[in-house]
């Protein structure tokens, strides 16, 4: 079975551009959540979608945006980009968005670099 | 009330070894602690995970201990080989948010 798929793997960008970052979760999975990676860091909490809906945000700023299709793929979009936003930003699926027992699996990445 | 504080930030172990990782949270609401292991430009990938109404988990060579009184939680990991070099990571979830809380990561290296 195919894991959790990012697109793309690296990406240039210079400061005040947009991004547009992309997930396919795991088959049967209906849940996505995106987290942002800094270099020597654990994994921040950005979003959290289930059934194509909302369910958690992190502590980021507006310019971060998400939305999960009827596919349950998603997308992260970042405007306005700045220099700190270099990171690596890891997409997670899980089969339910709630419950005790749910478990996230990560894709490899997208290496996003502002310059 | 949202941290989960990891200990130590790197570990050196010789060969068959026992390596232990630490973390510490604070938020009692947290009911999902599991672990992950990262490899140089990959993806954390999940190793194993414990929920708080039992003491010891083990999978194979890794084993979570965890305590509920003292809000803390280890990763011990036995016959460590150096294909355990990773870092590694600890976190904290509730069931209400989905949302993980990742401490600040392991370096291990693991000598042969």
């Known amino acids: 079975d195919a894991g959790v798929t990012q697109s793309p793997t690296h990406l240039i960008k210079t400061r005040g551009q947009h991004v547009t970052l992309r997930c396919s979760p795991i088959s049967g999975h209906k849940s996505v959540s995106w987290y942002q990676q800094v270099l020597g860091q654990g994994p921040q909490f950005i979003f959290q979608?289930?059934?194509?809906?909302?369910?958690g945000r992190g502590n980021f700023p507006d310019r971060f945006s998400a939305r999960q299709f009827p596919n349950y793929s998603s997308e992260l979009n970042v405007n306005a980009l700045l220099l700190g936003d270099s990171a690596l930003y890891l997409c997670?699926?899980?089969?339910?968005?709630?419950?005790?027992?749910?478990?996230?699996?990560f894709g490899p990445g997208t290496r996003l670099t502002v310059t | 009330q949202q941290q989960v504080k990891q200990s130590p930030q790197s570990l050196i172990v010789q060969k068959g070894g026992i390596s232990i990782i630490n973390c510490a949270y604070e938020n009692t609401a947290f009911d999902y602690f599991p672990w992950y292991q990262q490899f140089p430009g990959k993806g954390p990938a999940l190793l194993i995970a414990?929920?708080?109404?039992?003491s010891e988990k083990k999978e194979g060579r890794f084993t979570i201990s965890f305590n509920k009184s003292a809000k803390q939680f280890s990763l011990h990991i036995m016959d460590s080989q150096p294909g355990d070099s990773a870092t590694y990571f600890c976190?904290?979830?509730?069931?209400?948010?989905?949302?993980?809380?990742f401490g600040q990561g392991t370096t291990l290296q693991v000598k042969p």
């Open positions: 976190a904290a979830g509730s069931g209400n948010t989905g949302k993980l809380i």
């Open positions: 414990i929920r708080p109404d039992v």
């Open positions: 979608y289930y059934e194509k809906e909302e369910r």
């Open positions: 997670a699926s899980s089969f339910g968005g709630r419950g005790p027992l749910y478990e996230q699996y």
